[in-house]
């Protein structure tokens, strides 16, 4: 194996050494005396990098690793650590079992020690050192990818063997040039079908040298998500949920999600966030009372140990700046608590507040004939609205009001309010939509009806859990 050119790591895996400190940099100036091996000393074209691993056991390539996860400064405690070779590598180290098939160099049972098992230990050992422990169902992960162009296409001769079960095909998507097939699983598979006469006839036994040693192709540094709920409140109108946009152009300044989002990424230092409320109200429509329940989903945290002040900070740094948005009962929660944002949209309820004119006035017993329907609950048929229908499905849906109360004001403008069914268009509830929403509040008048403005005041869902006080402070509007 020493004539082969092969690495101290590479002559200890095929020894079928056990993993251990023996793999690690203090142990392989010890080895090399032992075999002999100058870590400078050069193969036949030059090259001193082992042509069975590539040059991947290569402690520099692991502290690089290790370098930009600490960079990065995630505060895990542990990490799941997980490796992808080149698929020349399965070649490379076919090609030596085979040289040393039949000699006295290697142990007559068993196989050689795992590479990724080796590279991945030592990754390990020097995390390790930096108080980072290896956990498989760590919820941070380090992925790492080796590549090495020299060799990318060695083991395309296994698939172009007359009898390979594997069929590749390349095709080509955006400009770039895709191949199907071409896994790390055929590789090992024609392997297996590939006799060791027609294998040492197809490629060189021991594996060739080579120029160049593998790279780090890709190191993903991923953590889980973590999820932070709470009520927001809208205070002024023209704030959308989530950035609103027609073709390039921003139609609204401000967002619920930069509002809430940007201190929070902050504070988590995550790659970005996405903000999932209980529903959500037209960018014109104001948020009052409790707030709307929502969370905000923070992909890649670095941090994770968020303590309780410093979210609060967040709610205080809104209030004091006079935001037009503002948070309340924000707080760390569970993944599995985010299924009650998902499993209300169909059970609560909410309590809107709008002001609405008719084309006349009406009449105390017209405005006492609707109120006695509203007690009783109104059921309607509502076709989607003409305003979104150019982005969803045309559907007719069955919603229901459960409670309407109609106050006149001044002239022709009354207080309306109402509660409903998750998913009921108010606005179309007021004017008819044209006669796609059936019965309107028009239609009960008998007059044109619009409505001028409209607040949610209430969104019936035990979301999230109520701070230790208990107490549950309102804004109201109208």
Sequence with gaps: MKSAHTCALCILRFLQIPIGPVYLT?????????????????????????????????????DKVVGQFKEQEYDA??????????????????????????????????????????????????LSKHGIETDADSDMRIEIGFGHEESADEHQFLFDRENSSVKTKTFRKRGVHYTTGDSKTAVISELGKCSDSEFTSLFASPPPA?????????????????????RYLKLERNISQTPFFVGERRVTELSIADVVGEPIKALVRCDSYNLVGSGREDADVRMLGDGRPFYLECTNPRSTTIMPNQIQAIEDQLRASKSPVQVRLLQMIRPEDTAIIREGEEHKTKHYCA??????PLSQDKIAEINAIGKQGVLLQQKTPIRVLHRRAPLTRERRLLGLELVPLEGRFYRLRLESEAGTYIKEFVHGDL????????????????????????VSLDFP??????????IDGC
């Design 210 to 230: 080579i120029e160049r040693p593998a790279e780090i192709a890709s190191l993903v540094l991923k953590r889980s998500p973590i999820f932070i709920g709470g």
């Design 355 to 360: 002001l609405v004119w008719f084309a006349s």
């Design 435 to 458: 006669g796609r929403t059936a019965p309107s509040l028009a239609h009960m008048a008998g007059v044109t009806a619009d409505i001028i403005e409209l607040d949610v005041e209430n």
């Design 77 to 126: 405690s542990s990490a799941a650590v997980t490796v992808e070779l080149p698929k020349s590598v399965y070649v490379r180290h076919h090609s030596m079992q085979l040289y040393l098939k039949g000699t006295n160099l290697t142990p007559a049972t068993g196989v050689a020690t795992d590479l990724k098992d080796v590279i991945r230990y030592m990754v390990c050992q020097v």
């Design 465 to 474: 859990p109520a701070p230790a006080d208990g107490e549950h402070k309102t």
């Design 26 to 62: 203090q142990a392989l100036d010890t080895i090399n005396r032992a075999l002999g091996i100058e870590s400078s000393e050069p193969s036949v074209n030059g090259s001193t990098h082992c042509p069975v691993c590539l040059g991947i056991l290569d402690m520099a390539l692991v």
